[in-house]
């Protein structure tokens, strides 16, 4: 059964920084695609960023671009995204979701969810 556990969530100033983290377990994490999502008050979930762990390769929401980062650390089975130049916007829970199949920054193409982390950026 997978397992996601977010962490590294909190308050902070507009312009300020957050490394978020996501603790994985339950299945091979190289043959999955992972990936981080936000949900806005009274918004739907969208896609922040995705890694495929097997090629490395990432993609961005255009609204994240030169500020986020999502990287790992295979050897901890951790997915990580750091949050630079944070804006009251990027207020949100922010969510760690897997997948074995399918990737990108749709939530249609995830079936595993962690139970989010909440940021709060003040302007």
């Known amino acids: 059964q997978v397992q996601l556990v977010e962490s590294g969530g909190g308050s902070v100033q507009a312009g300020g920084s957050l490394r978020l983290s996501c603790a994985a377990s339950g299945y091979t994490y190289s043959n999955f695609c992972m990936g981080w999502f936000r949900q806005a008050p009274g918004k739907g979930r969208e896609g922040v960023a995705v890694?495929?762990?097997?090629?490395?390769?990432?993609v961005y929401a255009d609204s994240v671009k030169g500020g986020f980062t999502i990287s790992q650390d295979r050897a901890k089975n951790t997915l990580y995204l750091q949050m630079n130049s944070l804006k009251a916007e990027d207020t949100a829970m922010y969510y760690c979701a897997a997948d074995k199949i399918r990737c990108g920054l749709s939530t249609r193409m995830f079936g595993d969810w962690g139970q989010g982390t909440q940021v709060t950026v003040s302007s």
């Open positions: 890694i495929l762990p097997a090629r490395g390769s990432t």
